[in-house]
């Protein structure tokens, strides 16, 4: 069962469980549904939900995306549970993202862990919140908030979200602290579709819609989604929901959202074939070899995932510009809120810069990214190949040259492989992994597993010319 129910000293504890992330299809609906009937019949205290496997709920099953929806659908669900005479508390771990917000939000009280996320990111898969979410979340955040979260899709963390009011508490153990809410405080708390809705702003609806034509142009989910929160301004609650629901539905079978489903699933296709996880080596210690534009990229990538970092250069002119580099990408990291200060300075005690390659030594991994001459990366791969341990990785960040060539002068060609990063390497999401005609195993799940580390998508490429990102963005150069 998706959704399992038991009751003790009169509370509800109801779990959602469809591995690996409890994606909401029908019948996690309708256990919801059921769950709401018998938490009225016993007449319960409260119910607490939660997610099954630390993850409250990932959002919608996608793989409905193509068929007719249905019932119980999923606004009907969150009606009962805001509407109940049973207050609801959603205990949420991990990440309570698309439906699971709305299951959320639904809910009397949302209480969350220091490391849980929340969001709306329908409009990543080209569709707006289609349960609820363009109605609750201005009624629970404000408008502004709610604007950004629901048009740029992007989750937040506990504390943003206990501050913006989406939570009401952050707790070590969401399901204990719901268990000690007390039932007077919990009683006085207003159901969800009681809220009014805040007042319209034209300035800032403009505003929105120009930075969105700005940095999403030619995205029909935010704009829609701009317009459904707006005209629900001015409509009573359910009449709100009726709209967006019907937009929902309209863009869910349109050509964007097919397409964005593809990269979705395509996306997470992507990683390790079975029989290579779990070989990959622990990359503690990384080595970089080249401090200009791509080297200073991939450097930070690999400091920002925590590894320890080695800057390697032929002279003290390029450590100081890989330096630079380095900190201007971390300075900008810094203004855009994406580090804080401490972990600014945590990255720079991880990092060095040397000419010396003794300093490689130590490490598990070693990735050149100098420039496009095989003469010179032989030189560099060779004396990699006569510091590092004899279990170490070799990796090129090479576009174009042959892999196979680089690894037969190497004393054991099977550790070399290539790591293409893609520019500007700490923001670009694909990394190809070049399999080598001897490349091991150990080799390439090392890749895999470091590209998982650094967040990017892993795409298995084999040695020829512009390996397969390159090849079609030939193809696109002269279309």
Not at 198 to 222: I, V, Y
Not at 274 to 301: F, Q, S
Not at 374 to 390: C, N, R, S, T
Request: hydrophobic share 50%; aromatic share 6%; proline share 5%.
């Amino acid at each position: 069962m998706q959704v399992t129910m038991r009751s003790e000293n009169h509370v509800g504890y109801v779990t959602l469980s469809n591995p690996p992330v409890n994606a909401i299809g029908q019948a996690l609906r309708q256990g919801l549904l059921e769950a709401v009937r018998w938490a009225e019949r016993d007449r319960l205290d409260r119910v607490i939900v939660f997610g099954a496997g630390g993850v409250f709920a990932a959002g919608a099953d996608a793989k409905e995306f193509d068929s007719p929806p249905q019932a119980p659908h999923l606004p009907e669900v969150l009606n009962a549970i805001d509407e109940s005479f049973v207050p609801w508390i959603a205990a949420i771990e991990g990440v309570a993202l698309g439906g699971g917000a709305e299951i959320a939000m639904a809910c009397r009280m949302r209480i969350m862990a220091p490391d849980a996320r929340i969001g709306l990111p329908e409009v990543t898969l080209g569709v707006i919140p289609g349960a609820g979410g363009t109605a609750r979340l201005p009624r629970l955040v404000g408008l502004q908030k709610a604007v950004e979260m629901i048009t740029m899709g992007k989750p937040i963390g506990a504390q943003e979200a206990r501050s913006a009011g989406l939570v009401h508490a952050v707790e070590d153990d969401p399901i204990e602290a719901a268990f000690m809410v007390n039932s007077e405080e919990l009683g006085c708390i207003v159901p969800t579709w009681e809220f009014h809705a805040p007042a319209h702003d034209p300035d800032l609806f403009r505003m929105a819609r120009e930075n969105l034509k700005a940095k999403m142009a030619g995205q029909e989910a935010p704009l829609r989604a701009l317009e459904v929160i707006e005209a629900g301004l001015s409509l009573p609650f359910h009449q709100a929901l009726m709209q967006e629901r019907q937009v929902f539905l309209e863009l869910k079978t349109g050509p964007q959202a097919k397409a964005l489903r593809h990269i979705f699933f395509a996306q997470r296709a992507a990683k390790a074939p079975a029989h290579l996880r779990d070989l990959a080596l622990e990359v503690r210690h990384a080595v970089v070899v080249g401090g200009g534009t791509m080297g200073a990229g991939i450097a930070y990538a690999l400091l920002a995932a925590g590894l320890q970092v080695t800057v390697l250069e032929a002279d003290a002119a390029g450590l100081q510009r890989a330096e630079d580099t380095i900190g201007k990408l971390t300075e900008a990291s810094l203004k855009r809120g994406i580090i804080d200060a401490a972990q600014a300075a945590d990255q720079r005690r991880r990092m060095t810069l040397s000419t010396e390659y003794s300093e490689a030594a130590s490490a598990q991994l070693a990735i050149e990214a100098v420039f496009e001459d095989m003469a010179v990366k032989h030189e560099i791969l060779a004396k990699l190949d006569a510091v590092m341990p004899a279990d170490a990785v070799l990796a090129t960040n090479t576009s174009y040259l042959d892999v196979n060539e680089m690894a037969a002068r190497l004393m054991d060609p099977t550790r070399v492989i290539g790591l293409h990063f893609f520019a500007p390497a700490h923001i670009m999401k694909l990394l190809e992994i070049v399999q080598g005609a001897q490349s091991s195993d150990r080799a390439i799940s090392t890749g895999y597993a470091l590209a998982k580390r650094l967040g990017k998508v892993p795409v298995l490429a084999g040695v020829c010319d512009g390996f397969i990102g390159n090849r079609i963005l030939a193809r696109y150069r002269e279309a």
